[in-house]
T-cell receptor
């Protein structure tokens, strides 16, 4: 079946640093999504990407839909303690099905 | 505007029992999707309901079923529970079928002993 790979699996960064994470797939998706999940909560949609090559920002977050339609990346600039959590990518295929990546766990050191 | 409400938040069941989980979507949302989240498998899609009809189904055995009512509320049922069914079950609501703007509830933590 379809699978997404996310890297890194986890990361520890200093407050104020920029963060990069990415998501790759062997399948093509027509939509890429990035979610953040805090402990004890459901995932929250951060950014949705609908077109290959699209670059979209949401505050300190920037995400891009890869040209091949098989990858996406998320950048967080000037990280703060509340950025801690698990970041999931998800792809939506042409059958409207969603596939989620395993997540990147972000920890921010003060 | 109230968010997605899932009940109960926590549940402990014994192997072989069945369980029903409930999800009330955001007012006006007609699509409800269910996901299973485990440390080993991550977030896996179970099924999506829109206008009381199942529109998509993930790769789960027939022990997992669901339904949607005319007020868009949805229930998910798992019969003959197995230890491996222990997970966080998340429901997401959206305006329409396959809509990317999906809002998740806090989930129901099911533990099977």
């Amino acid at each position: 079946g379809q699978q997404l790979n996310q890297s890194p699996q986890s990361m520890f960064i200093q407050e104020g640093e920029d963060v990069s994470m990415n998501c790759t797939s062997s399948s093509i998706f027509n939509t890429w999504l990035w979610y953040k999940q805090d402990p004890g909560e459901g995932p929250v949609l951060l950014i949705a990407l609908y077109k290959a090559g699209e670059l979209t920002s949401n505050g300190r977050l920037t995400a891009q839909f890869g040209i091949t339609r098989k990858d996406s990346f998320l950048n967080i600039s000037a990280s703060i303690p509340s950025d801690v959590g698990i970041y999931f990518c998800a792809g939506q295929d042409y059958g409207q099905n969603f596939v989620f990546g395993p997540g990147t766990r972000l920890s921010v050191l003060p | 505007k109230a968010g997605v409400t899932q009940t109960p938040r926590y549940l402990i069941k014994t192997r072989g029992q069945q369980v029903t989980l409930s999800c009330s979507p955001i007012s006006g949302h007609r699509s409800v999707s269910w996901y299973q989240q485990t440390p080993g498998q991550g977030l896996q899609f179970l099924f999506e309901y829109f206008s009381e009809t199942q529109r998509n189904k993930g790769n789960f055995p027939g022990r997992f079923s669901g339904r949607q009512f005319s007020n868009s509320r949805s229930e998910m049922n798992v019969s003959t529970l197995e230890l491996g069914d222990s997970a966080l079950y998340l429901c997401a609501s959206s305006l329409g079928w396959g809509d990317t703007e999906a809002f998740f509830g806090q989930g129901t933590r099911l533990t099977v002993v």
